[in-house]
């Protein structure tokens, strides 16, 4: 890709941000050099110009050492430290004289965090009062095989690779792998599959941030592209009823709007979870990345949701070979249904130390 500036090989193998902290005050022409971390995108001119005016040895904002201002005074310590192997970049901030510079949380969110999930907006708080606020961000994703869109849902950015294997093992599409499209357009996601057919995924389908069948016509077109799933896993009651508890989700404690999908161990240790503002897009990206662990089928692990239990839930959970999904609501009468014919442990109204089983009952031991 051509750029409209220099690019400076740091000469190492270290791949740390002090590594190429170094290289840039070495070749920089000015005192003092602004370093942007590629990851934070919402930066704005007048906080890198705040950055560069406060300074001393280094000006950071609150969150840290990126992005940040470090004049050259800084280099030898740094130098020092990396010829050391002595990569944490904080560390060295304690031995250099650091301006702190606040400012704007919205400006700091960085795309690889959840954080990123979330939008600033202003709103008007009755009687009166205005102020800034968080919602959850919500994008569309467009799903290419072979170069050609065959769905489009609207997600939450971030995982995005995830989110289209989880799609396609929902959907039996034998997933090989997900990446950037060879365009790079935004939005969008290629899929790798073993054989596709193109006409049997031709309907242009938009799937919505709320259900994920809606556009196939009929229930009957969902056809679960698994067997039963097979696992002689048992788990105390009382640790399903604790996993809704022991699901982290940062964003939606930033805005309420977001849902949450996690996957444990048989210990209710957490493995994997993710956010989005679709339940069954949250789901699809915890499938997504236990394919990408090599983790199939999920005979040994326990899926769970924070949110009602619907058919299209119990679909990706029996696909994925996991023997539960538990959800801190009530469950659809086909998801209860689809979840006895598939062997799916379905649990739901897990909060406060009680959940109710509704299929394969079992699986589970009665707290002592």
């Known amino acids: 890709m051509r750029l409209p500036f220099d690019v400076v090989d740091d000469e190492t193998e270290v791949r740390a941000p002090l590594a190429g902290i170094v290289a ?24 890198l110009i705040r950055l560069a005016a406060a300074c001393r040895d280094v000006a950071v904002p609150q969150t840290g050492p990126l992005p940040g201002a470090y004049r050259r005074t800084a280099l030898p310590v740094l130098e020092r430290r990396l010829a050391a ?9 304690g031995e250099l004289d650091v301006a702190i510079v606040q400012l704007p949380e919205d400006e700091l969110v960085n795309v690889n965090a959840p954080p990123y ?9 009755h009687p009166g009062a205005r102020e800034r606020d968080l919602v959850a961000v919500e994008e569309p994703l467009e799903i290419r095989i072979g170069g050609e869109p065959v769905a489009i849902t609207m997600r939450t950015p971030g995982h995005d690779e995830e989110l289209a294997l989880g799609f396609a093992v929902g959907e039996g ?29 031709r309907r242009h389908f938009y799937t919505s941030s709320s259900c994920g069948v809606c556009g196939k016509g009929a229930l009957a077109a969902v056809a679960v592209q698994a ?15 604790s996993l809704p508890d022991r699901l982290r989700q940062p964003a939606f404690e930033l805005t309420g709007g977001l849902h949450a999908a996690s996957l444990f161990d048989a210990r209710g240790e957490p493995l994997c979870v993710r956010e989005d503002v679709g339940r069954h897009n949250a789901l699809d990206k915890v499938v997504g990345w ?34 539960f999904l538990v959800g801190v609501g009530a469950p659809s009468s086909l998801a209860v249904e689809l979840a006895e014919a598939q062997g799916v442990t379905l649990c739901g109204w897990a909060r406060r130390g009680r959940v109710s089983v509704y299929t394969h009952a079992e699986r589970i031991t009665p707290t002592t």
């Open 290 to 323: 236990a394919f990408r662990a090599g983790r199939f089928p999920l005979r040994d692990n326990l899926l769970a949701v924070s949110g009602r239990l619907s058919f299209e839930l119990v679909q990706k959970a029996a696909t994925a070979g996991a023997p």
């Open 173 to 201: 599409l034998d997933p090989v792998g997900a990446r950037l499209p060879a365009d790079l357009a935004a939005n969008t996601v290629e899929l790798d599959v073993r054989a596709f057919d193109p006409e049997r995924l």
């Open 117 to 125: 999930a979330t939008a600033s907006v202003d709103v008007v708080r």
């Open 24 to 47: 840039g005050l070495r070749a920089a022409p000015s005192d003092v050099s602004v370093v942007v971390p590629v990851d934070c995108p919402s930066l704005t001119r007048d906080a």
């Open 227 to 241: 067997p039963p799933v097979d696992s002689s896993l048992t788990v105390d009651a009382g640790l399903l009823a």
């Open 85 to 93: 192997g002595e990569l944490k970049l904080r560390d060295a901030l």
